[in-house]
């Protein structure tokens, strides 16, 4: 080709960490590419790499035949033994090697992007290959560029990762040569840019950022049952200890907070709630409305919700600024919570036994019966079938299809909004 490949292979090698192999896979596939494209397609050409001169060898190579019918792949016995072999016989492949000097700017312009992409695809490979079983480690690296859309390209020394601005915490801002801290999150072998996709703004970062600062939690002795975030905002951790004898909340709280400021530090002030997780679920929705203090919890295992009761200085905070608070109890539960201030239940307690005592005929005990198991209104209990009367233990089937017939015929009387109803 007319320069040293050897010194070329033995850098690219050095710089991106790839094989020779695959190097030298890569410019014999370019070369024969370039070759096919200047002497034909239809010949059979072969490329060889030979490492004392550094150089890549063409060779075209023809069948011996008697009769020569294709002047492109076949070559006549006495030509044969004249051009390639004395020894030649019949049905021999005897190879020439072409003058790569005669390819020309244009197919050594091809060659150059083959190898250019073949060593892009080599090198990616190898990418994926160190870091395919890397999915949630964490990785420090250089904020090199802010791409269009706001995803930010960093350096983790071997390869560049991407940070998508999706995955970013909203408050954070990032200039060029900053250092940052991510959690991998996949890897894309498709993608056209960074094949590492990186995230700071994923719950597991968060458990990740815990496992770094409490030794506890590596070593098994304490649990993260559950994270929920408001990424920069707040979040909160639920935790257990296998050990009667630690205490999870201040393990991971650290002496005088050291380990939770950590994490905090690093989160860029993200406020941190640590619950002790409990196997009971209102205990445990109960412990994660902290800093409120829960009057008590009214539990629907059907409809997976919890109707939670706080005094009415504490509905605020239950509920947080702009309903964080709720929010992310109901992650970290995994239940539907619906907070109410004392005075809230007790008069919507009022308004829904006024409705089911408005049923004309209905006994008291009957209509406290229905209120206890969920029943609010009058209109609740005319939907309702005899079926579901029945469930209610008390009410007997008389009284059920006394009381369904009389709430339907109520109903029937009221406007479709009647608060009453």
């Known amino acids: 080709m007319g ?49 004392d001169t550094g150089e890549i060898e063409v060779i075209q190579f023809k069948t011996v035949v008697d009769r020569v019918e294709d002047p492109s792949t076949q070559v006549s016995l006495e030509e ?25 700017r244009i197919a050594a312009q091809t060659a150059k992007q083959v190898i250019i992409q073949k060593v892009r695809d ?24 802010s ?14 990762a991407i940070l998508p601005k999706r995955e970013q915490i909203s408050r954070e801002r990032y200039r060029q040569n900053d250092r940052l801290r991510a959690m991998i ?69 650290g002496i005088k907070g050291s380990r939770v400021q950590a994490v905090v530090q690093e989160l860029r002030g993200e406020k941190i709630d640590i619950v002790p997780w409990t196997a009971d679920d209102p205990s445990f929705v109960a412990r994660a409305l902290q800093p409120a203090e829960v009057s008590r919890v009214v539990l ?16 605020s905070q239950a509920i947080g600024r702009g309903g964080v608070n709720v929010k992310l109890a109901s992650k970290l539960s995994g239940w539907k919570i619906d907070v109410r201030s004392v005075s809230m239940a007790e008069e919507e307690s009022k308004r829904a036994r ?17 209120f206890q198991v969920g029943f609010r209104s009058a209109r609740e209990v005319a939907d309702a079938s005899v079926d579901d009367l029945l469930e209610v233990d008390g009410i ?12 339907r015929d109520y109903v029937a009387t009221l406007p479709e909004d009647a608060e009453t109803a």
Do not use: W
């Open 3 to 51: 320069f040293d490949l050897n010194s070329i292979i033995n850098q690219i090698g050095r710089d991106k960490g790839i094989s020779r192999e695959s190097l030298i896979e890569a410019i014999e596939s370019a070369m024969l590419s370039a070759a096919r494209k200047h002497y034909g397609h239809n010949l059979i050409l072969e490329t060889t790499y030979d490492p």
């Open 80 to 104: 044969a033994r004249r051009e390639f072999d004395p020894e030649a016989m019949l049905g021999d492949e005897l190879g020439k090697k072409l003058p790569t000097e005669a390819l020309g």
């Open 122 to 145: 080599a090198e990616r490979h190898a990418i994926f290959e160190e870091f395919k079983d890397s999915r949630g480690d964490l990785v420090n690296g250089i904020v090199q560029r």
């Open 147 to 160: 791409e269009k859309g706001g995803a930010l390209v960093v350096n983790l020394g071997r390869t560049e």
């Open 185 to 253: 999150l996949e890897i894309d072998p498709s993608a056209r840019g960074p094949q590492i996709v990186l995230t700071r703004s994923h719950p597991d970062f968060l458990r990740k950022l815990f496992g770094v600062e409490v030794p506890e939690i590596n070593e098994g002795t304490i649990e993260i049952k559950s994270v929920a975030r408001e990424p920069g905002v707040r979040a909160k951790v639920a935790v257990h200890s296998t050990d009667p004898a630690i205490d999870p909340v201040g393990a991971c709280v």
């Open 300 to 315: 629907d295992e059907e409809a997976h919700t919890m109707e939670v009761i706080v005094a009415d200085d504490q509905l």
């Open 354 to 370: 006024a409705s089911l005592g408005s049923i004309p005929g209905i006994e008291f005990t009957y209509a406290e019966l229905l």
């Open 396 to 407: 007997p089937e008389d009284a059920a299809e006394k009381i369904l017939k009389a709430a």
